[in-house]
């Protein structure tokens, strides 16, 4: 099992930016990608980015490129997700998680194929 622990949710006006952190634990060399996904109230939950856990592949939703950028630290077992030039459509709860598979092209935004999955962190984004 890996455990998944988000933090660094908070309000933020247009235009600012935000850190979100992820600390894995549990049997974190399992996972061979991790992501980020948001859900905001009424949608379906979407990946905004992913990223392998070892080497520096890296996958985005067209609506965050150039905006979000998706890190780690494996000596502290973090996945960070830097949000800048936030805009009140970025507002949701945003998740990470974590999959035994490996990150692809096609399907790295598919949250069925992701197992692990923390308790989200709250992106409220004014305008």
């Known amino acids: 099992q890996v455990q998944l622990v988000e933090s660094g949710g908070d309000s933020v006006q247009a235009g600012g930016s935000l850190r979100l952190s992820c600390v894995a634990s549990?049997?974190?060399?399992?996972?061979?990608?991790m992501g980020w996904f948001r859900q905001a109230p009424g949608k379906e939950r979407e990946g905004v980015a992913a990223m392998y856990t070892s080497g520096d592949w890296t996958f985005y939703a067209s609506s965050v490129k150039g905006r979000f950028t998706i890190s780690r630290d494996n000596s502290e077992n973090t996945l960070y997700l830097q949000m800048n030039s936030l805009k009140s459509e970025d507002t949701a709860m945003y998740f990470c998680?974590?999959?035994?598979?490996?990150?692809?092209?096609?399907?790295?935004?598919?949250?069925?194929?992701?197992?692990?999955w923390g308790q989200g962190t709250q992106v409220t984004v004014s305008s």
């Open positions: 998680a974590a999959s035994r598979r490996y990150c692809a092209g096609g399907t790295w935004s598919r949250a069925d194929n992701f197992d692990y």
């Open positions: 549990g049997y974190t060399y399992s996972a061979n990608c």
